[in-house]
């Protein structure tokens, strides 16, 4: 199997078995009030989304329809008796097949979710909880009793969190743990980086412990390493404010907010920086790899709002403002050339 079709095969069940987590939840008898406007959003967030509830209600009222037909006289004690008992089997199968798809999601939620490279997407969790990943990112979604955590594997994600005060939502990323209990945050993850931004509401941020324990101790009687725990340095953010992180002090700045979310728009915002670091943000987003040739051009200072995966237009403008050339090929695109001296900021 090839991998785009292990991805296809892979969303396609984790889509049916999002389906099948809102028709249990829509039909359970806890019903929370937010739940119609989050399976509406769900609904409307992909056609897919749509054919996939279709899919399973259609199966669901051939179930429905048994309780309908004539049963043989010796089977019904009263026409009352019998049509209580067929709703109860109708309902009692409706909630298998449900639940038996919801735990094929709880089974190969482990494997994760992610994208690839310049593709978006967007999660809705059975809490609500919606999960924007950007380009190349992949998340593992463990929710269990009175817990509620994702693991950040890698790349780019905004997080709309459902607001449950006995349930606090936890962003695991690498040895850093983001707490929030219902607002917006983005969390970045690069291999020697991690960025928090708020968006709205409060989160903390804690560096993650893994302590011993002796309960449930293995037949050899060895102690086995109990679930993280939170060191007592939290960080909390306010909104507007960003958390960097790296092998240096932790930095705490307010970016503009237009700029962290420009990916969300199809946009790649470049904050004043060097062509070279320009170039790794557009290589996020793009298979065909962007590369300068010379130190001197590696330099210039590039700003401004690139359309998302367009390498190509992006080195042809700064190539014209810069007085460089470009080379196209297959699998990448090569800035050469030297710019003249003096040379400053430039934006688009």
Partial sequence: MSDRTSHDASSSLEIRAEAAAWLARLRGPNRAPDVEDGFRRWLASSTHHTQ?????TSRLEVVERLRTRTLPEHWRASDKTASRGWRNVAVAMAAVLAFAAMGMFFHTRDAGVGTDVGEQRML????????????????VVRYEKRARRVELKSGEALFEVAHR????????AGDQAITALGTTFVVRREPRKLSVTLMEGKVSVSSLVTMPHAVEQSSRDTPRQGPPTLDAAARTLSPGQRLTLTAEEPRLDRPQLDKVLAWKQGQVALDDMPLANAVIEMNRYSKVKLIVESPEAAGVRVGGFFRMGDSASFARAVASTYGLRVIERADEIVIVGVPPEGSSTKSR
């Fill in 165 to 172: 005060p006995d349930e606090p939502f936890v962003v695991i």
């Fill in 124 to 139: 809705t969790l059975v809490d609500g909880t919606r999960i924007y990943l950007n380009t190349d990112t992949r998340v």
């Fill in 52 to 56: 996939a509830f279709e899919l399973l």
